[in-house]
């Protein structure tokens, strides 16, 4: 009764995290998305749908526990989320190869340097909690969303360095090559959480005894 009453404290957690996730990730990718289209910024739009694809991220979490056997619906959640990868690769990929090969220019954004030093102050708590909760659950799911909330610190960063280039030595091709490493980090983490579909969680699963989840 004590490890039900443990997981059920477990599981509100985690959705309490995946609705702070979405919070933030909304008023993220409506600020990003608007400075980086008014700036011309691949990367800073690419950093926007990234939010999107945050916010989807938690929305599938929350999905997945919305059901009593939470458990159940682990491995369409893995599915979910790693198309939701493929999807922000393959835009962003594109738009920056387009402005590489077009030679567009992306205007200073000091809107998008303050919201990317902002995210990484934020963005590395937030996934620590959801990984330890994702682990203490022993599911691959929540820890996957918190390994998308780190991926968006490291492209917090990729994002700050390729705007202050810009904005400093008018480095203009530092933008789309700040996206196509947003482009390339978002199919490796899409293509771990397809392959972790079924594989063993971070954590043993109460009642779990052979170390994997179903």
């Known amino acids: 009764m004590a490890a039900v009453t443990d997981r059920a404290a477990l599981g509100r957690r985690a959705k309490r995290l995946a609705m702070a996730s979405v919070g933030y990730n909304v008023i993220e990718g409506i600020i990003a998305i608007s400075a980086g289209v008014a700036a011309g910024s691949v990367a800073l739009v690419g950093f926007g749908l990234d939010s999107a694809v945050e916010v989807s991220s938690g929305l599938i979490i929350l999905w997945q526990f919305s059901h009593r056997m939470p458990e159940s619906r682990e491995r369409q959640a893995l599915r979910l989320l790693a198309i939701s990868f493929f999807a922000l690769a393959g835009y962003v ?95 490796r983490e899409g293509l771990e959480a397809w392959r972790g579909e079924g594989s063993c969680a971070p954590a043993t699963p109460q009642g779990c005894t052979d170390g994997c989840c179903d």
């Open 93 to 187: 990929g594109f738009e920056s190869v387009r402005a590489l090969v077009t030679g567009a220019e992306a205007d200073h954004s000091r809107v998008g340097i303050g919201l990317a030093i902002a995210s990484l102050v934020v963005m590395p708590f937030l996934s620590y909690a959801q990984r330890r909760t994702g682990r203490a659950l022993g599911s691959n799911a929540v820890y996957a969303d918190g390994t998308q909330t780190l991926l968006c610190t490291y492209l917090s960063a990729v994002l700050l360095i390729g705007l202050v280039l810009n904005a400093t030595l008018a480095w203009s091709w530092a933008d789309p090559i700040a996206g196509l490493v947003i482009a390339g980090v978002a199919v």
